[in-house]
């Protein structure tokens, strides 16, 4: 299994960036978006179900877009009005489908938002 994310770079605070992560080697069943900023633990960004069904920690909602291609296993982050508070390190993470789920994470790309 291999887990690959880009898109990450610096961006203006108020601006906008799109990540992509790329799952292949396995089916899987829910997709998701961590993120971990310096001296904190990672947190939950956003997943996606393989039906669709999404699910966004508060201080993203209304701001940032999760979707995915499941005939890509791709899937993307879209992130409008970006705040310095978003920098971090975010990571991909996707789990396989079964009744033994196995949970995989992807390098981390930087988003750095600059004030």
């Known amino acids: 299994v291999q887990v690959v994310e880009s898109g990450g770079g610096l961006v203006q605070a108020g601006g906008s960036l799109r990540l992509s992560c790329t799952a292949s080697?396995?089916?899987?069943?829910?997709m998701g978006w961590y993120r971990q900023a310096p001296g904190k633990q990672r947190e939950l960004v956003a997943t996606?179900?393989?039906?669709?069904?999404?699910n966004y920690a508060d201080p993203v909602k209304g701001r940032f877009t999760i979707s995915r291609e499941n005939a890509k296993n791709t899937m993307y982050l879209q992130m409008n009005s970006l705040k310095p508070e978003d920098t971090a390190v975010y990571y991909c993470?996707?789990?396989?489908?079964?009744?033994?789920?196995?949970?995989?994470w992807g390098q981390g790309t930087q988003l750095t938002v600059s004030s």
């Open positions: 993470n996707a789990k396989t489908s079964g009744s033994a789920s196995y949970s995989y």
């Open positions: 080697g396995n089916i899987f069943s829910t």
């Open positions: 996606i179900t393989s039906s669709g069904s999404t």
